[in-house]
């Protein structure tokens, strides 16, 4: 294949795209696959002579869609969205036409200044104070890992940057229970083990209490270990939960620790300033991370940290080996020192386009269209008989429970979800909620409207009534 076949199979797969999301509505949303099925359709070894376009392309039609579940479907409700604006994809498309590798300026200086200027534009559109700067990471985990890392270096004076921290007390981090699993790997991966993440206890909304947050750094002060930093969640992922950003991060300073803030999907919604009280305070963090690719449009991967300092961070993971220097442009931004791999992907320009393409009253209005729409159902289904809301709606996400009189909650539940998800029209997910087994609904695809949301009361009722004798 060369590059005027590419000419022709490009237009061809922009053809079938443009089909692709025609018809994704008429798609059941979770893949119909069992374990297996793919890699039997696959031979067991790479061809040793080359294959045409045409056999390639088929097999990619006969094999793929299919056994993929579609996460830009307009009724995916599970996890979090991963959602891809048009705009988004047009721009990887010509990312991945230039194909560079943008680890340095001098690598791809076009790539570099324009995730200076997205960075701040999000800053801005976010209501972040000037002070800070951004950075694109693949993902949430990765920006978090890198805070850890941080705060494990400086809580020892950057002497574990040479040294590795076997001389240290037991550094501590903390973060409420309700944090993504995100933190509970980096902490691992730092080095630090699991037990020396410290889950403060929450309060009756699931948020980390400041109280609590104080005793127990105090404790550990006591018993000899070393606080290193706080990791406030701000929207957690089982259920939304909000930690008080302001009061717990002034508990954090008075002991010196470095705080960093997962708003990994609730992030988008603070480009709407009536959510911004939920991350009220925001401004004293050291570093913040949100994922335009899980609500804003921008698609994965494409995850934003914002760093008051970039300073310690890139003492901690910043090297510049002699085949890295930029002869002459020691002052330039070379963000492979501020994030963990090398090599970095253009992501940048789908932030671009898609900012221009809808501007940020059009991913305002997305926005603000979920959450109305997600409470809406919340209401429904809270007056329907048998179905009970086990969490309210903390922006567009809510948990319940099919909870008929007399039946096993959790036995039903999980039985209503399988139903549900089998069916096709939805795909929900769930998570477990002071021991109980709950459905989680959130919504968050570009092009969900609210008749696609108020689906999941029909979808619900209906196999709901179907399991009454
Ligand atoms: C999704 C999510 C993460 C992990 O995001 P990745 O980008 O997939 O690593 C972390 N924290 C929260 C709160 C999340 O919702």
Known sequence: MNHEDLHLWSKRAADWAFDYHDTLRDRPVRARASPGETAA????????QPESPEAIFADFKAIVPGAMTHWQHPRFFAYFPANASPASMWAEQLANAIASNCMLWQASPAATEIEQVMTGWLRQALGLAGHFTGTIHDSATTCTLSAIITMRDRSTSWASVEQGITGSAPIRIYASAQTHSSVDKAVRLAGLGQQNLVKVGTNADYAMDPEKLDAAIRADLRAGYLPAGLVLCTGGTSIGAFDPVAACIEVARTHGLYTHVDAAWAGSAMI??????????????????????????????????????????IRSMGLRPGYLQTQGQEDVTNFNEWTVPLGRRFR?????????????????????????????????LRATPDFRITTEPRLALFTFQYAPEGGDADALTAALLQNINDDGRIYLTQTTHEGQFVIRMTAGSFDCTRDDVKTVHQVCTEYASQDQP
Request: hydrophobic letters at 45%; aromatic letters at 12%; a negative charge.
């Open 41 to 48: 359709k696959l031979p067991a070894t790479a061809p040793e």
């Open 272 to 313: 709407c300033p009536e959510f911004r009280p939920l991350w009220d305070g925001v401004d004293g963090a050291d570093s913040i991370v949100f994922n335009p690719h899980k609500w804003l449009g921008a698609q994965f991967d494409c995850s934003v940290q914002f760093l008051a300092d970039p300073a310690p961070q």
């Open 348 to 380: 940048a320009l789908k932030l671009w386009f898609c900012l221009r393409a809808y501007g940020l009253e059009g991913l305002r209005a997305r926005v603000r269209d979920h959450v109305a729409w997600v409470a809406e159902l919340a209401e429904m």
